[in-house]
């Protein structure tokens, strides 16, 4: 089955840096791959995905790319905030046929004012 | 459109016992996704109910099982609870079949088992 690992576990920044959570995956048939944001005792929230024919998908502070190649995956954020402050969480899966989905254990980012 | 919703919102249950969980999908939303959310293993996919039908089921015993009903609403049912199975579950909804589409989280049921 699919095996996804998340890192860093934890990554702590300060107010306006960079963040970038990588993720990478075994198999080469999964072809979407969504980022969760979940904050303390909240849902997990869908905030970027990008399927496997697009090798790069932005929305404002946020980016993720993605190499089919080295099959990994990476988001980033710019200009951090306070309220970025949450469990990022990515995922992969693919359509069609008997899959399971299969999640990232969980990055949890502190941005420090 | 109201959010997805799902009841109870804590549940305490003994050993042995079992338990129904509710989920309401985003009106107009047919396919209704199950997740079990622990700190040791994180999210972890359940099953997948799509126009009443099971579409996909993750690697849980047959202990765990769901149904969907004609309104999308859909139930999941744990039977002889075991100490391992207290955990935060998670429904989701999308309007399309399958997890390659934007999926919208329920709040969870926090379920304790002692």
């Known amino acids: 089955g699919e095996n996804v690992e998340q890192h860093p576990s934890t990554l702590s920044v300060q107010e306006g840096d960079s963040a970038v959570i990588k993720c990478t995956y075994s198999?080469?048939?999964?072809?979407?791959f969504p980022w969760y944001k979940q904050e303390l005792g909240k849902r997990p929230q869908l905030i970027i995905d990008?399927?496997?024919?697009?090798g790069e998908k932005k929305d404002q502070r946020i980016a993720v790319t993605l190499n089919k190649t080295a099959k990994h995956f990476s988001l980033h954020i710019t200009e951090t905030q306070p309220e970025d402050s949450a469990v990022y969480f990515c995922?992969?899966?693919?359509?069609?046929?008997?899959?399971?989905?299969?999640f990232g254990r969980g990055t949890s980012l502190i941005v420090h004012p | 459109k109201a959010g997805v919703t799902q009841t109870p919102r804590y549940l305490i249950k003994t050993r042995g016992q079992q338990v129904t969980l509710s989920c309401s999908p985003i009106?107009?939303?047919?396919?209704v996704s199950w997740y079990q959310q622990t700190p040791g293993q994180g999210l972890q996919f359940l099953f997948e109910?799509?126009?009443?039908?099971?579409?996909n089921k993750g690697n849980f015993p047959g202990r765990f099982s769901g149904r969907q009903f004609s309104n999308s609403r859909s139930e999941m049912n744990v039977s002889t609870l075991e100490l391992g199975d207290s955990a935060l579950y998670l429904c989701?909804?999308?309007?399309?079949?399958?997890?390659?589409?934007?999926?919208?989280f329920g709040p969870g049921t926090r379920l304790t088992v002692t």
């Open positions: 989701a909804s999308s309007p399309r079949q399958g997890i390659t589409y934007e999926q919208y």
């Open positions: 198999d080469s048939a999964s072809n979407y």
């Open positions: 990008i399927r496997s024919n697009v």
């Open positions: 995922a992969a899966s693919r359509a069609g046929g008997s899959y399971i989905p299969t």
């Open positions: 009106s107009g939303h047919r396919s």
């Open positions: 109910y799509f126009s009443e039908t099971q579409r």
